[in-house]
Nanobody, 116 residues
């Protein structure tokens, strides 16, 4: 079955960096685009970044452009989110997601806390 497992969250000071990872299994990873979403307390879940199956196409929310970078290693079935210059508004639970044959699959999320 499809599984997505995120890791790499934690507590970081404003201006700091974190790299999130999402390991996928149960499907042909390289054939599907991947997304990172986030959800802060009291807010709706929002799309943060997208990457195509081959990795050539990426897209970002305006709020993270220039600070976050999505990448993938298809040999390791893993998608990454490098987050730099973190701000308090970046604090959220971060989820990876893929749509496979019209079904959305989500990981359980990893918590990012940005605080001094």
């Amino acid at each position: 079955q499809v599984q997505l497992v995120e890791s790499g969250g934690g507590l970081v000071q404003p201006g700091g960096s974190l790299r999130l990872s999402c390991v996928a299994s149960g499907f042909t990873f390289r054939s599907y685009s991947m997304n990172w979403y986030r959800q802060a307390p009291g807010k709706e879940r929002e799309l943060v970044a997208f990457i195509s199956g081959g990795g050539a196409i990426t897209n970002y929310a305006d709020s993270v452009k220039g600070r976050f970078a999505i990448s993938r290693d298809n040999a390791k079935n893993t998608v990454y989110l490098q987050m730099n210059n973190l701000e308090p508004d970046d604090a959220a639970v971060y989820y990876c997601k893929s749509r496979i044959r019209n079904v959305d699959y989500w990981g359980k999320g990893t918590l990012v806390t940005v605080s001094s």
